[in-house]
């Protein structure tokens, strides 16, 4: 028998998928703890009056290690479940964010006032939860031993082909209105993204499963195609930090996160159906289902992250100009806000502990407010002297 045939009846399929599943959820719940244990820790460091480096602290170093185990589960869980089953899981580290965001809120509220403030997330999290149980329940059962040799009957198909050859030429174009016209917009970083994290889980799947197999007694890494695939993971995982990135600085996180789990869990979906033929056994209403069930996922993460606060661009601030002697009032976002540096200041304002004062911005745009015109007008001679 053909060892690419994928059947239900496999009686190791349902306990390999369970397997895979639950090595997913545990990943990212440990991802979304060890990004908060690493965020308190950053926010004590911030507030301490002797700062250390991030790196000589123990509870750093504790939400590193959480990081380390939960990524290499997740690396693990793709050996096991359906690329289709995997990716979708990644809303449980946005659900899981949002848990504990709950449970560590700082600012006190009362029941009625947080219950109305934070209504629209916990539906998100109920429909995320209903989704994610749709899904896990009616997706793909698909069963395959990832030895060398069937990862390169896939690699040879034409399906496989022609998705990568449509791929290539999105991506390209995509790249070409992104450096050449300067297109930074939200959607096409995350489009450049979600392609090379397609790329990414072909290869993590296709790498994990021969390192599972290796584990278990069946060499597959002297196989060239270890090797190609080893290589493609760490690019398109380089290249995809480097995009986000640029996300990052130009965009809010929070519409960030939710875009780029829409767009690259639909790619990865489809990447698992292409090149792991993971659909090919399944009937309609098992599809059906299980695009319910990813909807439901892409709704909840949507208002999750909808109900987030984004910090604000700009806040006006006064500074004191001081050639004329007369307050300004900057309210029109072209100058950028002053850094206390660690002491107390207003502006130009700083108190005399041996701190510099900054650089203050030129408002250009608006004339300066002061409550005297008259007496400004008059010049520095009309001043009352103290």
Avoid at 70 to 85: K, M, Q, W
Avoid at 107 to 115: C, L, Q, Y
Wanted: a neutral charge; charged letters at 15%; aromatic letters at 12%.
């Amino acid at each position: 028998a053909n060892r690419m045939d994928i059947s239900r009846a496999d009686g190791g399929s349902y306990t390999d998928n369970l397997i895979g599943t639950l090595l997913a959820i545990f990943g990212n719940v440990l991802v979304s703890i060890s990004l908060s244990i690493q965020k308190y820790s950053h926010v004590m460091l911030a507030g301490a009056k002797d700062p250390r480096a991030f790196y000589r602290t123990k509870t750093w170093w504790c939400g590193f290690v959480l990081t380390c185990l939960g990524e290499g589960a997740n690396f693990v869980s793709y050996a096991f479940a359906p690329l289709a089953l995997v990716a979708p899981l990644n809303g449980v580290s946005v659900v899981t964010s949002t848990i504990l965001g709950f449970i560590f809120l700082r600012e006190k509220s009362k029941p009625k006032d947080f219950a109305k403030r934070y209504a629209l997330s916990f539906l998100g999290c109920v429909i995320t939860v209903a989704g994610t149980y749709l899904f896990v329940a009616f997706g793909p059962n698909s069963h395959e031993k990832l030895e060398a040799e069937n990862i390169v009957k896939h690699v040879i198909g034409w399906p496989v082909l022609l998705y990568l050859l449509l791929e290539i030429i999105t991506f390209c174009l995509l790249l070409y209105f992104y450096k050449q016209r300067d297109a930074k917009y939200l959607v096409i970083i995350l489009l450049l993204v979600a392609l090379l994290g397609s790329v990414t889980v072909i290869t993590v799947k296709a790498v994990s499963g021969m390192l599972v197999l290796t584990a278990e007694g069946t060499m597959q890494l002297d196989n060239p195609i270890f090797s190609v695939m080893f290589v493609c993971m760490v690019a398109s995982v380089v290249f995809q930090a480097r995009f986000l990135s640029q996300a990052c600085r130009l965009y809010d996180s929070s519409l960030i996160a939710c875009v780029s789990y829409i767009l690259s869990t639909i790619f990865a979906v489809v990447a698992g159906a292409v090149f792991y033929l993971e659909f090919n056994n399944e009937d309609v209403l098992h599809i059906c289902m299980f695009l319910l069930g990813s909807t439901f996922c892409f709704l909840g993460v949507f208002l999750i992250t909808r109900n987030r606060k984004t910090t604000k661009a700009f806040e006006p601030y006064v500074t004191m100009d001081m050639t004329n002697g007369v307050p300004t009032i900057h309210d029109k976002g072209t100058a950028v806000q002053p850094d206390c540096n660690g002491s107390f200041s207003y502006g130009a304002l700083v108190n005399n502990d041996g701190v510099a004062p900054v650089t203050l911005p030129v408002n250009l745009e608006q004339p300066p407010v002061c409550s005297r015109s008259a007496n400004a007008s008059q010049g520095p001679h009309d001043l009352k002297k103290d």
